[in-house]
């Protein structure tokens, strides 16, 4: 794809109307996943930002959509649910939503 071409599809992204029923915020600071698989395995990774509903992490593991995993982070720890993923700077960014 050309650098026009991208460009144009980044603008009609940003002119979506806004989906999520609540605000993100900026965040930063360690976040620990644990998948029950069924031995315990720990992921370390990064806060990318935070809502109300969920959080967005930046770690270097697989993590299968639509997988709980329990998280740990220094306002929250609960359980969530892997909804996305995709490989962003050399690294892995997931959402999670959280489920408890």
């Not at 993100?24 to 998948?35: N, Q």
């Not at 509903?53 to 997988?67: C, D, I, K, M, Q």
């Amino acid at each position: 794809m050309n650098r026009k071409a991208l460009a144009a599809m980044r603008a009609e992204i940003r002119s979506l109307p806004e989906r999520r029923r609540h605000p993100r915020s900026p965040a930063s600071g360690a976040v620990r996943l644990v998948i029950d698989d069924p031995q315990p395995v720990l992921v370390q990774g990064r806060l990318v930002d935070v809502s109300q509903s969920g959080f967005r992490a930046s770690h270097n593991s697989v993590l299968e959509t639509g997988r709980e995993v329990r998280f740990e982070y220094a306002a929250r720890q609960g359980t969530a649910r892997v909804v996305w993923n995709r490989v962003w700077g050399g690294r892995i960014e997931s959402g999670f939503f959280i489920t408890g």
